[in-house]
């Protein structure tokens, strides 16, 4: 894939813009009139949105091209992003180039399951006792309720857990390429509906421990939509080059934020995760809300073999990424445009996107901490992000 075209004298400019925005278009294999400005239908907000009354517009910029390794092959993309944030998109794309001066990061889906945690409340222990033993016994007729309310989710597996008389009922959904949430949700119900009656609760609720869009230890620990691992070796010689740093250096840095994160108690012990997912979800139709899930996970850098010649090996785990490829907004007007830039529209690409989407936050990772190590971070917001209100 050719190189993102850029201009010294004005990179704004309409014609500079227009090359760019051809390159998109080669990668997605048709025009793109939303991403260039045409009006998008109000009727494509339906089911969407209510009182609906127009768009909003999030300038949106490309960064990469990014080569990935994939569970579908290797891939050479450019990645949409949405943000207002002067240097963003640029640091994305720096830790991209110092991906591509060796092999491709290798990014996998290695578990699914969106849960669903309603709780069910019980005379007393002894009783919520017996109805987690119950659970797991009704595993099938559970697997049946739920397939009478969706053709494309299923239930996967049920953990039920205790809590004083109340069980966490917690349901295991697969989803499909969607992200799932209404059907989880109906699903749910019925379940829950159907399980308090077998097993003589007095009340149950179905959003009763509700990790939904905040972050948490549990999203942490097990995961929930889909969980991405993506690693990388990055030459020493194009950290030197491009980044002025070193592999030593990142470690010592790396180190030193573990114990910050440590002390803070925080779920993210990535850098900026939370910057790459607004703008890649916001740009390809999905629920920004997921990002306080979506950004926990944990950060890995070691030097390889070889003393001070070795290289960096940098790893990035993300146990909760929460979208989908079909359904909800991604069909729609900028949104599909974008996941067609990523060839990541419609049914059997929802694994695609979320190691794409790996490996662009691992490249953004990598970026903003050699940024830090070469105390060039403020200087480069100067210099690309400098809109400022007038005084």
Not at 10 to 20: K, L
């Amino acid at each position: 894939m050719d190189s993102i075209p850029r201009s010294k004298d004005d990179d704004y400019a309409d014609d500079i813009v227009a090359q760019r925005r051809a390159l998109c278009e080669a990668a997605a294999g048709r025009e793109l009139p939303f991403l260039a400005g045409s009006p998008v239908p109000a009727s494509e907000a339906r089911g969407n949105i209510e009182n609906f009354v127009g768009y909003a517009q999030v300038p949106i910029g490309i960064a990469g091209p990014l080569t990935v390794d994939t569970s579908l092959g290797e891939r050479t993309v450019l990645v949409p992003m949405a943000t207002n944030e002067g240097a963003m998109v640029a640091s994305y794309s720096r830790g991209m180039r110092l991906f591509a001066a060796g092999a491709p990061p290798r990014a996998r889906v290695f578990q699914h399951g969106l849960t669903q945690n309603p709780v069910l409340v019980y005379a007393d222990a002894e009783r919520a006792t017996a109805a987690a033993a119950l659970a797991t016994e009704a595993l099938d007729d559970l697997r049946a309720i739920t397939a009478r309310g969706t053709s494309h989710g299923s239930l996967l597996e049920v953990r039920p857990r205790l809590l004083g008389r109340r069980l966490i009922l917690g349901l295991v959904f697969g989803t499909g390429d969607a992200i799932g949430i209404n059907m989880a949700a109906r699903a749910t119900q019925a379940c829950a509906e159907e399980f308090a009656r077998r097993s003589g609760a007095e009340s149950f609720f179905v959003h009763g421990q509700d990790v939904e869009k905040r972050a948490n230890s549990r999203a942490l620990a097990e995961g929930r939509g889909r969980s991405v691992v993506c690693d990388v070796t990055v030459k020493r010689e194009a950290l030197a080059e491009l980044a002025r740093a070193t592999p030593e250096q990142l470690v010592e840095i790396q180190n030193t934020y573990r114990l910050g994160f440590a002390h803070l108690g925080t779920h993210n012990w990535a850098v900026q995760t939370a910057n790459g997912l607004a703008a890649v979800l916001i740009a390809c139709g999905q629920d920004a809300a997921y990002v306080t899930e979506c950004a926990t996970g944990f950060l890995e850098f070691e030097t390889t073999p070889g003393g001070e010649g070795g290289d960096l090996y940098a790893c990035l785990i993300l146990p909760s990424l929460l979208l989908g490829t079909v359904g909800g907004g991604s069909g729609k007007g900028t949104a599909a445009e974008c996941l067609d830039i990523l060839g990541c529209r419609g049914s059997g690409k929802a694994d695609l996107l979320a190691e794409i989407l790996g490996a662009t936050l691992l490249a953004g990772d990598l970026s903003l901490m050699a940024a830090f190590c070469s105390h060039e971070f403020v200087a480069a917001h100067e210099r690309l992000g400098r809109n400022r209100p007038p005084r």
